[in-house]
């Protein structure tokens, strides 16, 4: 093997394969999903203002309470995206693959602490999200995955730290964002998973 092949290898993407891989991209791309949406957005609303919004003390509070408070419908958006790619092949365990989802946030959430401003009960809350998501989603054919933001994008537009005056016309653009990186977080996965073997690990 030639060293330019080696470090290909290298630095090409370890494939999905178990349930915590799996635990691995679900709490990471939720994370890159929220953030990135929101710091594009914040950045083409202030422009050239962004950086001096950036050493306001008031804007970064107001910045991490939107992070944090988003972050479960991002969460929710991501694992509905992959249960949607292992559904059809747990034929007749749907219930069980919902469990299993549940169980990996329940490990995910439980290792956070509480966001500042939240109530005592809002990891609990952020479970029941995903729970009542995954129900709903078991109740029809799987979304494609620009429609999978459109359930909570309302609710994140509305926690951007952006004076409402000012983002009032703005929720067509930032819902469409949201689609734009679960789409691209979604090809990822896709080329990633080893379905088959994710599959098996989960419903063990």
């Given at each position: 093997?030639?060293?330019?092949?080696?470090?290909?290898?290298?630095?090409?993407?370890?494939?999905?394969?178990?349930?915590?891989?799996?635990?691995?991209?679900?709490?990471?791309?939720?994370?890159?999903l929220v953030q990135k949406s929101m710091m594009e957005y914040c950045q083409a609303r202030a422009n050239m203002l962004f950086s001096t919004l950036l050493g306001e003390a008031d804007f970064r509070a107001a910045y991490e309470h939107a992070?944090?408070?988003?972050?479960?419908?991002?969460?929710?958006?991501?694992?509905?995206?992959?249960?949607?790619?292992?559904?059809?092949?747990?034929?007749?365990?749907?219930?069980?693959?919902?469990?299993?989802?549940?169980?990996?946030?329940?490990?995910?959430?439980?290792?956070?602490?509480?966001?500042?401003?939240?109530?005592?009960?809002?990891?609990?809350?952020?479970?029941?999200?995903?729970?009542?998501?995954?129900?709903?989603?078991?109740?029809?054919?799987?979304?494609?995955?620009?429609?999978?933001?459109?359930?909570?994008?309302?609710?994140?537009?509305?926690?951007?730290?952006?004076?409402?005056?000012?983002?009032?016309?703005?929720?067509?653009?930032?819902?469409?964002?949201?689609?734009?990186?679960?789409?691209?977080?979604?090809?990822?996965?896709?080329?990633?998973?080893?379905?088959?073997?994710?599959?098996?690990?989960?419903?063990?």
């Open positions: 093997m030639s060293i330019f092949s080696a470090m290909k290898d290298l630095f090409r993407p370890q494939p999905l394969a178990s349930r915590a891989q799996l635990k691995d991209f679900l709490e990471s791309r939720a994370a890159y992070r944090w408070h988003a972050y479960p419908f991002a969460y929710a958006m991501v694992t509905e995206m992959a249960e949607g790619l292992l559904r059809p092949l747990c034929a007749g365990r749907t219930l069980d693959l919902h469990a299993a989802f549940l169980g990996i946030a329940r490990e995910i959430f439980g290792a956070f602490p509480l966001p500042p401003q939240a109530d005592a009960d809002f990891w609990q809350t952020a479970l029941d999200t995903l729970d009542h998501d995954l129900g709903q989603a078991g109740l029809g054919p799987v979304k494609s995955w620009r429609e999978i933001p459109d359930r909570h994008a309302r609710r994140i537009f509305a926690l951007l730290p952006i004076h409402d005056r000012l983002k009032s016309r703005d929720f067509s653009m930032f819902q469409n964002n949201l689609r734009f990186h679960l789409t691209e977080i979604g090809a990822e996965f896709e080329e990633r998973a080893d379905l088959q073997r994710l599959a098996r690990d989960l419903l063990h």
